[in-house]
């Protein structure tokens, strides 16, 4: 798995923001990929991604031949 954090998201701070957002939303998420049917060679794109837990759950689903793309903005 290819992993690339740039901008404020990179900053080990930014981890801390995100804990418990994922914590309470990240099961139902991840049983979207289920029903979307996310598997290995899909190419996802997640608007608004936050904090890293999803964009390595979309990676681990696609596998080296599936593509993600993720983008977000710090105002």
Not at 7 to 27: I, S
Not at 49 to 67: K, N, Q, R, W
């Amino acid at each position: 798995m290819v992993r690339r954090l740039w901008g404020p998201h990179a900053c080990a701070e930014a981890g801390e923001r995100f804990v418990w957002p994922a914590e309470l939303f990240d099961g139902v998420t991840r049983g979207h990929f289920d029903r979307l049917g996310v598997r290995a060679g899909s190419r996802c794109w997640e608007v608004g991604a936050g904090g890293p837990s999803i964009p390595e759950a979309l990676a681990a689903a696609v596998g080296l031949t599936g593509h993600v793309l993720t983008t977000d903005i710090r105002v």
